[in-house]
T-cell receptor
Framework: DVKVTQSSRYLVKRTGEKVFLECVQD?????MFWYRQDPGLGLRLIYF???????EKGDIPEGYSVSREKKERFSLILESASTNQTSMYLC?????????????FGPGTRLTVT | AQTVTQSQPEMSVQEAETVTLSCTYD???????LFWYKQPPSRQMILVIR??????QNATENRFSVNFQKAAKSFSLKISDSQLGDTAMYFC??????????FGTGTRLKVLA
């Protein structure tokens, strides 16, 4: 079974803190994604990576950065957390090159910024 | 730009009954894929069913089937013989190009005993 794991299920941080969310997949997938899920807005793509050290901005990259130093690991960084970044964050991975390929999701991290 | 619209924020269905979730999309692409994903409460999102736009035949997966109307840009999900385990948030998604999905806002389905 494909496994996508995220470092935390729940996280509480203070405004201004630097926050790291980590995602690991064990299926040698080329593509990895970070989404933000908010009620009434669905899933919105923050960043994705199609290879080690490669990344592209999604629809809502402002306030976020990413790092992919190894194929299996994709990190989302909030440089200075703000209350409007309180949300559920989902990581996903898929095989390369084909949007037809299924995306496999992690369990999500519910981040609260106070 | 592509858009995906799910107009039913919440639905409920009695166990063993049939329910249909609606999804419409807008695109100028000719080749694309459509998906339904299921997110059970506190569990990971999983793929339910996938449809390739160039295929006329509607996809089916056990109790799940789609009604794909390409001209109308409609992609509804039918769940037959609903089970309590079908209670979840369902997302319609559109994919084209090499990687990018566009997700709808979701429909929360509750199956009632």
């Amino acid at each position: 079974d494909v496994k996508v794991t995220q470092s935390s299920r729940y996280l509480v941080k203070r405004t201004g803190e630097k926050v790291f969310l980590e995602c690991v997949q064990d299926m040698d997938h080329e593509n990895m994604f970070w989404y933000r899920q908010d009620p009434g807005l669905g899933l919105r793509l923050i960043y994705f990576s199609y290879d080690v050290k490669m990344k592209e901005k999604g629809d809502i990259p402002e306030g976020y950065s990413v790092s992919r130093e190894k194929k299996e690991r994709f990190s989302l960084i909030l440089e200075s957390a703000s209350t409007n970044q309180t949300s559920m964050y989902l990581c996903a991975s898929s095989l390369a090159d084909r949007v037809s390929y299924e995306q496999y999701f992690g369990p999500g991290t519910r981040l609260t910024v106070t | 730009a592509q858009t995906v619209t799910q107009s039913q924020p919440e639905m409920s269905v009695q166990e063993a009954e049939t329910v249909t979730l609606s999804c419409t999309y807008d695109t100028s692409e000719s080749n694309y894929y459509l998906f339904w994903y299921k997110q059970p409460p506190s569990r990971q999102m999983i793929l339910v069913i996938r449809q390739e736009a160039y295929k006329q035949q509607n996809a089916t997966e056990n109790r799940f089937s789609v009604n794909f109307q390409k001209a109308a840009k409609s992609f509804s999900l039918k769940i037959s013989d609903s089970q309590l385990g079908d209670t979840a948030m369902y997302f319609c998604a559109f994919g084209s190009g090499t990687y990018k999905y566009i997700f709808g806002t979701g429909t929360r389905l509750k199956v009632l005993a």
